[in-house]
């Protein structure tokens, strides 16, 4: 463990790609802080090394979205950079500390504790990360590309997104090339398409959702040499495009006299004044209904195939405006659990 002027360690947090995570002392700094440090020779002769098809963890782009998140002023649910420097040829990447480990960690100790998520323990988690990705996605244009348990740490029960070497520009068109863990990436980037990393990230929340949930990742990998893709796919036809089975219990769906105007007063209740357009909380009490059609076994699998053929299909199609989709979910949520 190497320490700098700036810095007197504590002790050894963990192991990172190229380096480790340090709890650190700062002159004239009350809290501890968490110090990435990443050999930047070891970085550079593994992006040498690395497979056309993969893309691997590049730490000046990690540095670059800290510059961005520092000069922004940054966000509740994510991770806070204080600064960040150079010294021989290691960066140094000095963060607000998070003591209470990752949502992974913290769902691994309630399962093996027998202890399970319940659904509106898992909303109110969710509802945390989804207003972080909100804020990169559109504040600061940052697709993260890695979005998973473990990249989301606590610290006093407030959920922080953390890990930024694989992000992108959350406007850009992605070529097609592998990226993130295999658990939580979306059927298009495994299937080498173009894609949109917007859209990965939904995904990748889905996944995360699903998780926390059930205890178990709904695939290996997205993909049609996997056992269970194509079920997956006959149930969520968002895995390539359009809502799917939803689509027609949705058309065929009659209101009863006064059903729209219940599901709009309840929809403002869920989502406070500010929620947007009335029709969004609508559309999502219609499908929230038409789902319970579906013969799926477990009700928690039906409220992730709700979310992704809710939420991806309408970025897809351009029916949400861009700050519509977090609201969406959250009175999605909301009314499958109540």
């Not at 440090?37 to 730490?59: F, K, M, V, W, Y």
């Not at 990742?217 to 036809?237: E, I, M, Q, T």
């Not at 013969?295 to 809710?310: A, D, G, P, V």
């Amino acid at each position: 463990m190497l320490a700098t002027p700036l810095l007197r360690v504590r002790q050894l947090l963990g192991s990172a790609l190229y380096g480790e995570v340090l709890e650190c002392e700062l002159p004239d700094h009350d809290e501890p802080v968490a110090v990435k440090c990443i050999s930047l020779t070891q970085a550079a002769q593994a992006r040498s090394r690395a497979h056309a098809s993969r893309e691997i963890d590049n730490p000046i782009q990690e540095q670059r979205v800290a510059a961005m998140l520092t000069a922004n002023g940054g966000h509740r649910n994510v991770v806070q950079p204080h600064f960040h420097f150079v010294h021989e040829r290691r960066l140094f990447l000095v963060n607000e500390l998070c003591r209470d480990g990752d949502l992974h960690s913290f769902m691994s100790e309630r399962f093996n504790a027998s202890s399970f998520l319940q659904e509106h323990e898992v909303l109110a988690l969710m509802h945390q990360v989804l207003q972080g990705v909100y804020y990169l996605h559109t504040t600061i244009g940052v697709a993260h590309r890695d979005l998973s348990l473990e990249n989301v740490l606590l610290s006093r029960g407030v959920c922080k997104i953390t890990d930024f070497g694989l992000s992108t520009d959350s406007r850009r068109i992605c070529e097609g090339g592998l990226v993130g863990k295999d658990y939580y990436m979306a059927p298009e980037v495994v299937a080498g398409k173009r894609y949109d990393p917007v859209l990965a990230d939904v995904w990748s929340l889905g996944i995360m959702w699903f998780i926390m949930l059930t205890g178990s990742p709904l695939l290996s990998l997205a993909s049609p040499s996997v056992k269970g893709f194509n079920a997956v796919k006959r149930r969520c036809g968002c895995c390539h495009r359009g809502v799917g089975p939803f689509r027609p219990h949705f058309e065929e769906h009659h209101h009863t006299p006064g059903q729209d105007v219940a599901d709009r007063s309840a929809a403002a209740n869920i989502a406070g004044p500010s929620a947007g357009p009335p029709h969004v909380h609508c559309c999502c009490r219609d499908i929230v209904r038409s789902s319970k059609q579906l013969q799926i076994k477990s009700s928690r699998r039906n409220s992730f195939l709700l979310y992704l053929c809710c939420i991806r299909s309408c970025i897809e199609q351009k029916k949400l405006v861009a700050n519509e989709y977090n609201l969406l979910l959250q009175s999605t949520l909301i009314a499958w659990i109540t």
